[in-house]
């Protein structure tokens, strides 16, 4: 069974301190990759995804994920971290054979960014 | 406007009653997702749509029954509301359905609370 495993469960960072939060997955096939945050209360947004090409995609907020198919990782980095970055973060892969679209989620990982 | 909109954000119900998430995409996507957050903030996809045809049934408990009366449009009725049915329920649609750059866009989730 495809799985999304997310290292870091919980992070916490001085601010302007750099960020890289892992995530692995387990499909050998082709694969949509995506980092999803959701903020206190609030709704899963996309930060940044990778559906093929370059393989270091940049997002919204100054968010970066290195795409490496070898290692079946896509881990997410921002060199420098904001107050407002506390947050959740969900890594998640669509690869569904079925060709359902859905995606699996990762556990999640809780993002402290102290003042 | 609302990309995916849900209503209603919040629900308190007690044990035994029956009650129905909406939720309405103005993206003209063929492809809609419920999807479940539980208190770990684990999230699992629950049923997905695609112009209106039933593709993803997880296990889910036969109170959960889902209608798409058409492709804008999913709702969520639940039966019998049991305690462990607290969780945040998220809706979501897609371009379509697969690979091939799909990305999922989700609504701002539902909160529900059995007391």
């Known amino acids: 069974a495809q799985s999304v495993s997310q290292h870091n469960h919980h992070v916490i960072l001085s601010e302007a301190a750099s960020l890289e939060l892992g995530c692995n997955y387990s499909y050998g096939g082709t694969v949509n990759l995506f980092w999803y945050v959701q903020y206190p209360g609030q709704h899963l947004q996309l930060l940044l995804k990778y559906f093929s090409g370059d393989p270091l995609v940049k997002g919204i907020k100054g968010f970066e994920a290195e795409f490496i198919k070898s290692k079946f990782s896509f881990n997410l980095r921002k060199p420098s971290v904001q107050w407002s970055d506390t947050a959740e973060y969900f890594c998640?892969?669509?690869?569904?054979?079925?060709?359902?679209?859905?995606?699996?989620f990762g556990q999640g990982t809780t993002l402290q960014v102290k003042p | 406007d609302t990309a995916v909109s849900q209503t209603p954000k919040y629900l308190v119900t007690q044990m035994g009653n029956d009650k129905s998430i909406k939720c309405e995409q103005n993206?003209?996507?063929?492809?809609m997702y419920w999807y479940k957050q539980d208190s770990k903030k684990f999230l699992k996809i629950m049923f997905s749509?695609?112009?209106?045809?039933?593709?993803i049934n997880e296990t889910v408990p036969n109170r959960f029954s889902p209608k798409s009366p058409d492709k804008a449009h999913l709702n969520l009725h639940i039966n019998s509301l049991e305690l462990g049915d607290s969780a945040v329920y998220f809706c979501?649609?897609?371009?379509?359905?697969?690979?091939?750059?799909?990305?999922?866009?989700f609504g701002e989730g539902s909160w529900l609370t059995v007391v």
């Open positions: 998640a892969v669509n690869a569904d054979p079925s060709n359902t679209g859905k995606l699996i």
């Open positions: 979501a649609s897609s371009p379509q359905r697969g690979l091939s750059g799909n990305t999922i866009y």
């Open positions: 749509y695609n112009n209106k045809e039933l593709i």
């Open positions: 993206l003209g996507h063929d492809t």
